[in-house]
């Protein structure tokens, strides 16, 4: 079922090495074609995994924040993982709705 799916894909998230590595202020905005990141930090990777865990996307920021088109994306619930120096800093659930017509 999607809720066993979802926690096995968290539990895959590693826990930081350096607990002061823990971001704070990384924001996420969901608009109709695009996704917003901000408040990460250039070099960050950014994944977008499915709910059993496979890696759909994956982009690297080159500044605090980074614009993800999300047009070729299915409708569904995906995961978004921000890692940096291999460390998985944050995981959130990512919405991405049916197109409206």
């Not at 998230?13 to 901000?38: C, F, H, M």
């Amino acid at each position: 079922n999607t809720l066993a799916a979802l926690d096995f894909a968290y539990s895959q998230t590693e826990p930081v090495a350096n607990p002061a590595e823990k971001i704070q202020d990384t924001e996420l905005y969901s608009g109709a074609a695009q996704l917003l990141l901000r408040g990460i930090a250039a070099g960050d990777q950014i994944r977008i995994l499915s709910l059993t865990g496979s890696v759909i996307k994956l982009y690297y920021s080159t500044s605090n924040s980074i614009i993800i088109e999300n047009s070729d994306l299915p409708p569904g619930m995906f995961l978004l993982q921000l890692f940096r120096n291999k460390n998985c800093l944050w995981t959130t659930k990512v919405i991405i709705p049916n197109p409206v017509s």
